[in-house]
T-cell receptor, first 113, second 111 residues
């Protein structure tokens, strides 16, 4: 398996534009996490899915952020409209089941200018 | 709720020094415990794990023992190398709950 695949690796966009980040889970995994990492705030959990159902979205900053799992192997994180303070590295991670380790993608570095 | 507290960084050591990064946790029941490593420009990678009390996880010369009595999972390595320079994260998972990470400890090894 190629592991967790994120796209794009880098995204530069202008303030106010819509941004969509994509994540392909490892085949057979049933949990998905979206994290955001910045120097100031470290690693923050945004949302967590189990079997395609959002379990905990308390980390989603505000209504501008939304995440979906249209099927068991794919997820999107959308920011609309984007703001400069959204600049960060966004990671998704998947795991087989509870108590097993999560596997992380390489991340998407988002810059909003 | 569940939480993980790590030793604050940054930590700077000379090559071949002994390394300890402290990690303590708060959780009910019996969580699984993990150490992840993040090299510059990359995602987090699992370094080692332990799923029950007194288990010892080990990988690449790193070790950590699950201590239920002290709710700790300290990371150790006997002789560090420059290539070990990275950010290290302690984490726990309990049942179907989310993964909970510590704040990360940046380690720099000087030749």
């Amino acid at each position: 398996d190629a592991g967790v695949i994120q796209s794009p690796r880098h995204e530069v966009t202008e303030m106010g534009q819509e941004v969509t980040l994509r994540c392909k889970l490892i085949s057979g995994h049933n949990s998905l996490f979206w994290y955001r990492q910045t120097m100031m705030r470290g690693l923050e959990l945004l949302i967590y899915f189990n079997n395609n159902v959002p379990i905990d979205d308390s980390g989603m900053p505000e209504d501008r952020f939304s995440a979906k799992m249209p099927n068991a192997s794919f997820s999107t994180l959308k920011i609309q409209p984007s703001e400069p303070r959204d600049s960060a590295v966004y990671f998704c991670a998947s795991r087989l089941d509870s108590n097993t380790e999560a596997f992380f993608g390489q991340g998407t570095r988002l810059t909003v200018v | 709720g569940d939480s993980v507290t790590q030793m604050e960084g940054p930590v700077t050591l000379s090559e071949e020094a002994f390394l300890t990064i402290n990690c303590t946790y708060t959780a009910t029941g019996y969580p699984s415990l993990f150490w992840y490593v993040q090299y510059p420009g990359e995602g987090l990678q699992l370094l080692l794990k332990a799923t029950k009390a007194d288990d010892k996880g080990s990988n690449k010369g790193f070790e950590a023992t699950y201590r239920k009595e002290t709710t700790s999972f300290h990371l150790e390595k006997g002789s560090v190398q420059v290539s070990d320079s990275a950010v290290y994260f302690c984490a726990l998972s309990r049942g179907a709950q989310k993964l909970v990470f510590g704040q990360g400890t940046r380690l720099t090894i000087n030749p």
